[in-house]
């Protein structure tokens, strides 16, 4: 592991990857400050995001690199990209294109709350839940 | 698992926990919009975070729970908690007392930004990089 003291107070770009290879992304929307998803970036994603300006990301789920928007055209911009004080965590601030990034339809994936002040069971209450485009039409399948 | 359309789309709160026990939690600043940083919460922690209204979570270096704020005086107090589309990474809205979120003396853990356009080796370059306290002092150790 490189010197702790080098990863949070230097200005070399050390991203520490996790066992599995990946850091945390946190997408926030450059206007709104919304956080609009979390997701993930392997060494190659992170590359790719840096040189191109758009967003890339390696999907746990599908074990394979993606560019946000490939699918829907829903394209996001990097406006500003920053590492946290330990290097493995990333913010970026996008310009999103299109009406969303979350693949239910909806602007943000942060369209629920979770109340606070309680014991036991917790039920969500809906926050900005309105689809804004229809994941069917836009990803071609349900 | 949970049906994954119960999970994305119906109130029933029922948070992802990873293999080590654990979800992502981005923490924002409630007025500015910044991310302050990115922790981590088990279950205990995020049963605490709920009960109290205030910010608990589960450090993987110490592999502990803590308080947000035990040391430093620095607690969050929860302006809103969101969850994401499949409920395995939380958003917390949050008022931070004290003069910051960060270990190293900084409001937010995101004082660098990487320089997007580059190939090969990236530098870094300090943003809202000043000091807001000393770790030091506060912390009671370098």
Not at 86 to 96: F, G, H, N, P, T
Request: glycine letters at 10%.
């Amino acid at each position: 592991m490189a010197d702790q003291s080098a990863i949070e107070e230097g200005l070399s770009f050390a991203p520490q990857f996790g066992a599995d290879g990946l850091v945390t992304a946190v997408v926030t929307d450059a206007k709104s400050g919304d956080v609009l998803m979390v997701a993930h970036m392997n060494e190659d994603a992170l590359r790719r995001t840096i040189e191109s300006g758009e967003a890339w990301y390696y999907s746990r789920s599908r074990k394979k690199l993606w560019k946000k928007g490939e699918s829907s055209g829903h394209v996001q911009r990097v406006v500003e990209l920053r590492v946290d004080c330990d290097q493995d965590a990333l913010w970026l601030k996008v310009e999103q294109l299109g009406p969303g990034a979350c693949h239910t339809g909806r602007r943000s994936c942060f369209y629920r709350a979770v109340p606070l002040g309680q014991k036991g069971a917790v039920t969500l209450e809906f926050r900005d839940g309105d689809k804004t485009f229809d994941p069917k039409a836009v990803y071609g399948k349900s």
